[in-house]
């Protein structure tokens, strides 16, 4: 288990360059986003205003948007804390409902990886079968094991496992990030 901090995250351009993204996590360890050589990618990106995704040849993409009022994909609305999966070659036009909103975002390679997000809004023990799983803080906080997560971090957990989610405040939400290497 490992406690991801919005400090440790490495802050990157956008592939189209009209904005910035704070990579959580990418695999494997040493690949690199702009050189395109990776399996999967979570990041967490702020847009504060519309316009073109990148496109990613080759992947398939998964985003929530965890903080603004929501967006529109193409005039196909996304609300917040709703998964939205689609092709990293699809052309997409974001148009925002009202203000900037904030986006955790999992591009990945579907011949290698398997990947979903889910939203977690109560405390409860989860059993984690194999795989590389990231608990994402997206409002409020939890903690497990006695590591406290706030919004904006993470906690990285390789499954198989069992951990109880814990939470003093009375509302919070996470996004569960599952990842799993086919063989």
Wanted: net charge negative.
């Amino acid at each position: 288990m490992k406690h991801l901090q919005t400090k440790d995250y490495l802050v990157t351009p956008w592939k189209n360059g009209k904005g910035v993204t704070a990579q959580i996590a990418i695999h494997p360890e040493k690949s690199s986003f702009k050189d395109g050589n990776f399996d999967w990618r979570l990041s967490s990106a702020e847009v504060s205003s519309a316009g073109d995704f990148s496109s990613f040849p080759g992947f398939e993409r998964l985003l929530v948007i965890w903080d603004g009022s929501g967006v529109f994909l193409n005039e196909t609305l996304l609300p917040l804390f709703t998964a939205h999966h689609f092709n990293g070659e699809e052309e997409i036009y974001c148009e925002l409902i009202k203000e900037k909103v904030k986006d955790l975002g999992l591009i990945f390679r579907p011949d290698k990886v398997e990947a979903n997000f889910q939203i977690i809004e109560k405390a409860e023990t989860l059993k984690l079968l194999p795989g590389d799983y990231f608990l994402f803080s997206a409002y409020g906080e939890f903690e497990v094991e006695k590591t406290r997560v706030r919004t904006g971090e993470c906690l990285m957990v390789v499954g198989p496992t069992q951990i109880e989610i814990h939470s003093t405040a009375t509302e919070f939400k996470l996004i569960l990030v599952r990842i799993f290497q086919l063989r």
